[in-house]
């Protein structure tokens, strides 16, 4: 069956500092990839979204990467900022109508 | 644009009643799902509108739940018999045809007693 994994512990940062956070999946091939973040008692909000003809994806201080061939991506947030403390979600999407089935989410913490 | 939004945004039931949501999705979008959340997961679909047609319900939907669009716009998901089991954030999401991002409303946290 899909199956999406996430950094299950928390990742604690220091502001300014480079923030990684990595999806892997196995058992599918998705045609592109979204990553959400979702902040304590709201709805996700998405964030970019990377096609598998693309290796990465910039906007302004997010850049994702996308490997097909190890079927990862990967997250990073650059000079980060205790307001990019959230949940990040992964949902890699074989395309149609576009059903998304997430990850349990990475919880980044950014600390002053 | 006023996003989608979600009422009530929490609910506290007692096991064995019926509750019933509501998700007013962003107007122009066509596209209408509904996505259950526990803690410390990521959000589950349970099932998807085109315009008024269910076309598709997660196995995660027992029978106790249904769901509706009955003209395009809004949906309502009710459970019947609320089971403890059923506490959870349920979340609407929206979007268009084409488009593969997904707008999320704020959610609805229901507490089963």
């Known amino acids: 069956s899909q199956k999406i994994e996430q950094n299950s512990e928390a990742l604690n940062i220091q502001e300014g500092k480079t923030a990684t956070l990595t999806c892997n999946y196995t058992?599918?091939?998705?045609?592109?990839l979204q990553w959400y973040r979702q902040d304590p008692g709201r709805g996700p909000v998405f964030l970019l979204l990377?096609?598998?003809?693309?290796k990465e994806k910039r906007k302004e201080r997010l850049k994702v990467t996308f490997d097909t061939t190890l079927k990862q991506s990967l997250f990073h947030i650059t000079a980060s900022q205790p307001a990019d403390s959230a949940t990040y979600l992964c949902?890699?999407?074989?395309?149609?109508?576009?059903?998304?089935?997430f990850g349990a989410g990475t919880r980044l913490a950014v600390h002053p | 644009d006023t996003g989608v939004s979600q009422d009530p945004r929490h609910k506290i039931t007692k096991r064995g009643q019926n509750v019933t949501f509501r998700c007013d999705p962003i107007?122009?979008?066509?596209?209408l799902y509904w996505y259950r959340q526990t803690l410390g997961q990521g959000p589950e679909f349970l099932t998807y509108?085109?315009?008024?047609?269910?076309?598709?319900k997660s196995r995660l939907l027992s029978d106790r739940f249904s769901a509706e669009r009955p003209k395009g716009s809004f949906s309502t998901l009710e459970i019947q018999r609320t089971e403890q089991g059923d506490s959870a954030m349920y979340l609407c999401?929206?979007?268009?045809?084409?488009?593969?991002?997904?707008?999320f409303g704020p959610g609805t946290r229901l507490l089963v007693l």
């Open positions: 058992n599918y091939s998705p045609a592109y």
């Open positions: 999401a929206s979007s268009s045809t084409g488009s593969e991002t997904q707008y």
């Open positions: 509108f085109q315009n008024e047609a269910q076309l598709e």
């Open positions: 107007s122009e979008h066509n596209r």
């Open positions: 949902a890699p999407s074989s395309g149609g109508y576009n059903k998304l089935i």
């Open positions: 990377i096609r598998e003809n693309e």
